[in-house]
């Protein structure tokens, strides 16, 4: 299994993809998950680090 990027002009999407060999030799890879897109992974990393920031100031 591996990671495919694929870029377009508004965003970047993830995929975990599976590569196999046909009964005909040839190589082939299917999409086992979308990850979603850059920008969705940027926003929700962003948001957990200021939950992080919130709930470490509420501790103290």
Known sequence: ????????????????C??????N???TSTIVRKLGTLEHHLLSSMARQE????HGRKMK
Not at 1 to 16: D, Q, V
Not at 18 to 23: D, G, I, P, R, W
């Open 51 to 54: 939950m992080m920031l919130l």
């Open 1 to 16: 299994m591996n990671l495919h990027i694929t870029k377009s002009k508004n965003a970047e999407s993830f995929y975990i």
């Open 18 to 23: 599976k590569s196999y060999v046909k009964a």
């Open 25 to 27: 030799g040839s190589t």
